[in-house]
């Protein structure tokens, strides 16, 4: 029992303040979403599809942050913290090539990717200047993504949660200002955004520089151990498309569906991943635990961190389902009317709510599941897992779709996704073959 209760305890330490980091960029999108909802459907459904591309781009790259965790760990673990530091410098110069790429290529693309996503004439305007003006601060939010995967790693959750904090807060300030003081529109938005984005990475650009120089670590770019990064992020980045393909995905057969299916979906779909991310909390620690007790040697006890974690997980999901619906059911259209004045978004809307408070255990067991793998290493197991996943959720939104059903069935698609996922992973958990110890070559 008291093993027990210090794993409880150290989950939580982990966990709560990286809950804060981990929403940051959530909250960007869902101030971004009740804000532009008043400007208009139009401008809420632009930013619907600019918000899908711009996920497509961050979230492959999510790599920087779980490969960074999860290598970091591992070192620490093993006691080799200068090391852990020069791993961190090459991921910081693999973010700025890869944000400063992902940029250009977003400009050179806007709008066939937009269309490709749905949009029409009307809205195409809305997100292609929410669109462009975003991706200026690409290099930004990938320095975050790394700089955050190497404090995750060496167990420091707290300077995160500030920055999560901190940027919201600037982000939320700033666009207010600029669209109810000044009255400007949906670009102003996004230059907010920009703002919170390049102010957090600089925090990290410190905080990390720091580390290094107390190690001695050189902090020119390492081309041979960045080209080790990319080839560990490859299956990190396989497993991130097939999870970012099918939100992109759905926002796609939403667009084509209807201007108020789209906007409710962005609302439904916002809400459902701000309260994903208060169960992937608990996932991030297991990255950072699971990681280092591997490195360590230490099998049982990082099998056992994962029980507890995966209990915690689903416990915070069905909690926070059981809030949703009772506030749905008690509020009534009040809780919609938050981010949108349209009554047929409005009634979307609460009904798409209630399948994000169903779905909320399921999916507190796939994130646990995820982040348990990931810091283990095995990356590969979950890129072949999330692709089979991906392979099924496609058909069944295209089948939809060509037979003219509505919303539902595409969030049943959804629940298709997430149920397969989940099982593959629990499988994987229960056998042996990810407990690999030491410090990988």
Same mark, same amino acid.
């Given at each position: 029992?008291?093993? =027990? ?6 989950? +939580?330490?982990?966990?709560?303040? /990286? $809950? &804060?980091?981990? *929403?940051? !960029? %959530? #909250? ?61 410098? =090459? ?6 090539? +890869?944000?400063?790429?992902?940029? /250009? $290529? &977003?400009?050179? *693309?806007? !709008? %066939? #990717? ?75 938005? /996004? ?7 390049? #102010? ?75 309260? /994903? ?165």
């Amino acid at each position: 029992m008291a093993v =027990q209760a210090d794993t409880n305890r150290e989950i +939580l330490r982990l966990a709560v303040p /990286a $809950l &804060g980091a981990l *929403v940051a !960029e %959530p #909250l960007y999108v869902l101030a971004d979403t009740a804000v532009v909802g008043h400007l208009g459907t139009e401008a809420l459904g632009g930013l619907a599809i600019a918000s899908a591309a711009l996920l497509v781009g961050y979230n492959v790259c999510i790599f920087l942050a779980y490969g960074s965790t999860a290598a970091v760990a591992r070192l620490m673990g093993a006691d080799q913290k200068a090391a852990a530091a020069h791993q961190d410098i =090459q991921g910081l110069w693999l973010a700025v090539v +890869l944000g400063i790429g992902l940029a /250009a $290529l &977003g400009m050179a *693309v806007t !709008e %066939p #990717l937009l269309r490709l996503l749905g949009a029409g004439d009307n809205v195409l305007r809305e997100a292609t200047t929410y669109f462009r003006i975003s991706l200026l601060g690409a290099p930004g939010m990938l320095l975050m993504l790394a700089g955050v995967g190497y404090l995750r790693g060496t167990r420091d959750t707290l300077r995160p949660l500030w920055v999560g904090i901190g940027t919201a807060v600037v982000n939320l300030a700033v666009e207010l200002v600029l669209i109810y003081g000044l009255d400007m529109g949906i670009g102003a938005s /996004a230059a907010a955004t920009v703002a919170a984005q390049w #102010l957090g990475a600089g925090f990290y650009l410190v905080w990390i520089g720091r580390e290094a120089g107390r190690h001695d670590v050189d902090l020119h770019p390492d081309i041979a151990a960045i080209r080790r990064l990319l080839v560990v992020g490859v299956d990190l980045f396989a497993r991130t498309a097939s999870l970012v393909g099918t939100f992109t995905l759905a926002t796609a057969v939403a667009a084509r569906i209807g201007t108020v299916q789209v906007a409710a979906h962005q609302i439904a779909f916002q809400t459902w991943f701000l309260l /994903a991310m208060a169960m992937d909390a608990m996932a991030i620690a297991a990255q950072a635990m699971v990681g280092s007790l591997l490195g360590a040697g230490r099998a049982d006890e990082a099998r056992r961190v994962g029980n507890r974690v995966i209990a915690w997980s689903m416990g915070i999901g069905l909690s926070l389902g059981v809030v949703l619906v009772a506030g749905v059911t008690a509020a009534g259209d009040t809780v919609p009317r938050i981010f949108s004045a349209d009554p047929a978004v409005i009634a979307v809307v609460g009904f798409l709510l209630l399948h994000v408070a169903a779905m909320a255990p399921l999916s507190g067991l796939a994130f646990a599941l995820d982040g348990i793998l990931i810091g283990a290493g095995d990356q590969r197991f979950l890129a072949r897992a999330m692709g089979l996943s991906f392979s099924l959720f496609v058909p069944a939104a295209v089948a939809g779709r060509s037979l003219g059903a509505g919303i539902g069935w595409l969030w049943g698609a959804i629940w298709l996704f997430m149920a397969v996922r989940s099982a593959l992973l629990y499988g994987r958990f229960r056998g042996p073959r990810w407990q690999v110890l030491g410090v990988a070559d």
